[in-house]
């Protein structure tokens, strides 16, 4: 028997239909159901931290917004013991998500900011072993099983093409259907069971071929942060936008691009190698933040210590790489294989990874 929290969405609370089913659908196990003040932050993480010691809970099941506070979850100091974790329909990014579906108070936004900054920057117990994602397939307000399977999936061996941890199942943003509910639990139970513990990438090996990624215009998608740009920064770095103080920290990933590279993490020994503007003091540190942002910052994330900022990539003798740059930055001087990111039949991640895999 295991006992198991249920963390609600917003607007939920203890009565909740998913947190009462699942209590119908496994009593084999003791089942902690509270209400839960998710608009209150540090009340709610308290309050949830006190529960999860108090019970001895071994497993935590959220959805929706209670999700956040379920990655927010750390290992206890004393015991250094961690719980697992199974989300459905999770809101990763609460900051961004629930003012587009509610209007809330900026101080909250600006509270679920720093809850995010600590998952996504700081925390590092979060492993692909402890964590498993139910998303649907036509989920109406949020749709973070990329964002998920690309930070905390587990890939398997030999790069397989989806987490064993991450999964789709039918229905809508709440109330999944008994059975569905049902099946989609029960895997997620079986994985902490049975499945043996794995990371998201493996050790580095001689046995892999090198492979370094770009990221302006590759990994990153350099249009969106210019597009946040103001008036005035417009005008005043006309043809330099490079140059802007802290515009690398705007930027948005290409699409696909943040879980291809953990897939191709899986069969290659992965870099980053990136250009950084001379004349732009806070590219580097942008940069840097902006990997530790979308791939993690612990020991273990695909790309932990795998930076690499230079002007001469063709320092880089072998391997491969991709770059949507390829005659410039010392790429055109690069010694092994260049894949052209954007230029058929590279146009899209997707097919690079395809292209790579296969290779």
Not at 139 to 148: A, C, G, K, P
Request: net charge negative.
């Amino acid at each position: 028997m295991k006992n198991i929290l249920y963390l609600h969405g917003y607007g939920s609370n203890k009565d909740s239909y998913t947190g009462n089913l699942l209590k119908e659908l496994f009593p084999e196990h003791h089942w902690v159901l509270e209400t839960f003040d998710l608009v209150h932050v540090q009340d709610c993480v308290d309050f949830v931290r006190k529960i999860v010691k108090d019970e001895q809970i071994d497993i935590v099941i959220s959805s929706s917004l209670g999700s956040v506070y379920n990655l927010f979850i750390k290992k206890d100091r004393e015991t250094n013991r961690m719980v697992d974790k199974i989300f459905i329909n999770p809101c990763c990014i609460p900051s961004e998500a629930i003012p587009q579906i509610t209007p809330v108070p900026q101080e909250l936004v600006t509270n679920f900011r720093a809850l995010e900054y600590n998952i996504y920057n700081i925390h590092q117990d979060n492993s692909p072993d402890k964590v498993f994602g139910i998303f649907a397939k036509h989920d109406e307000l949020l749709q973070y099983h990329d964002f998920f399977a690309g930070r905390y999936g587990n890939w398997g061996e030999g790069g397989s093409v989806s987490a064993t941890n991450c999964i789709w199942v039918e229905g809508g943003h709440s109330h999944l259907e008994r059975d569905v509910l049902r099946d989609a639990v029960g895997q997620a139970l079986a994985y902490f069971d049975h499945a043996p513990a794995k990371k998201s990438v493996m050790a580095p090996s001689e046995s892999k071929e090198i492979l370094y990624v770009d990221m302006d215009g590759t990994l990153v998608d350099w249009d969106s942060g210019v597009s946040k740009l103001s008036a005035l920064e417009r005008l005043q770095y006309d043809g330099y936008e490079d140059e802007i103080p802290n515009v690398f920290s705007r930027m948005d990933p290409m699409p696909g691009a943040v879980t291809a590279f953990e897939q191709l993490s899986r069969k290659y020994d992965i870099y980053i190698l990136s250009t950084s503007p001379w004349r732009n003091e806070s590219a580097p540190s942008d940069k840097l933040r902006w990997v530790q942002h979308y791939f993690g910052k612990g020991p273990g994330m695909p790309a932990y210590k795998r930076l690499i900022l230079s002007h001469h990539k063709e320092l880089q003798k072998k391997g491969i790489l991709i770059d949507d740059r390829p005659g410039s930055n010392g790429a055109q001087s690069f010694e092994g294989m260049v894949i052209p990111f954007g230029v058929e039949p590279y146009e899209t991640w997707d097919k690079v990874v395809d292209f790579l895999m296969k290779r």
